[in-house]
């Protein structure tokens, strides 16, 4: 099946940083997603974006389906951003979301 | 508008027993999908319910079984439960059918802990 691999595993910032986390999938999809799981284990929705670019607020997103990946940019971090970020996607014929492992950010004030 | 709900917000129950954990899902939304997630990794697919049928399963043992009801809210059921089956079960709705193309919305997940 397809495979989904995040990196960084752990990002510690400073308040005000800016950071990149990456995802790599294994093979095609047709809908990729960005969450941020909380510390009560909600997660939340970022981005649907199995191609392109999308932003909202200090959030973007890019996602280069035929090399791919999809990156989750994060300016001028907040601590209310510590959480971890899940990459997950669909294959051409799948009715499942696949998750990465996850990026586990905390932000310092 | 309500978001997806599940309940209970926390279980627990000791080796052996039997769980069932429930899901509301989006308004309009009719397929619901069930992950386990366990401490430190990413969420797993067990099932995926439309329309009252099972329309995929994960690598879950059937033990594990669910059902979807008319008004479109799902059971998660988990016999003989093992220590293992401690986890974090999220609840996910979408719309517009079986489409890959479909965002899904998850719901704030039980918490299960067997001891």
């Known amino acids: 099946g397809i495979q989904v691999e995040q990196s960084p595993p752990d990002l510690i910032l400073q308040e005000g940083a800016n950071s990149t986390l990456r995802c790599n999938f294994s093979?095609?999809?047709?809908?990729l997603q960005w969450f941020h799981q909380n510390p009560w284990g909600q997660l939340i929705n970022l981005f649907y974006?199995?191609?392109g670019t999308k932003q909202n607020g200090r959030l973007s997103a890019t996602t280069v389906a035929t090399e791919r990946y999809s990156l989750l940019y994060i300016s001028s971090s907040q601590t209310t951003d510590s959480g971890v970020y899940f990459c997950a996607v669909k294959g051409e014929y799948g009715n499942k979301l696949v998750f990465g492992a996850g990026t586990i950010l905390r932000v310092k004030s | 508008d309500a978001g997806v709900t599940q309940s209970p917000t926390h279980l627990i129950k000791t080796r052996g027993q039997h769980v069932t954990l429930r899901c509301s899902p989006i308004?309009?939304?009719?397929?619901v999908s069930w992950y386990q997630q366990v401490l430190g990794q990413g969420p797993q697919f067990i099932f995926q319910y439309y329309e009252k049928e099972e329309r995929g399963r994960g690598n879950f043992p059937d033990r594990f079984s669910a059902r979807q009801f008319p008004n479109y809210s799902s059971e998660l059921n988990v016999n003989a439960l093992l220590l293992g089956d401690s986890a974090l079960y999220l609840c996910?709705?979408?719309?517009?059918?079986?489409?890959?193309?479909?965002?899904?919305?998850f719901g704030p997940g039980t918490r299960l802990t067997v001891l």
């Open positions: 996910a709705s979408s719309s517009g059918g079986l489409s890959v193309y479909n965002e899904q919305f």
């Open positions: 308004s309009g939304h009719k397929s």
């Open positions: 093979d095609s999809v047709n809908n």
């Open positions: 974006i199995p191609s």
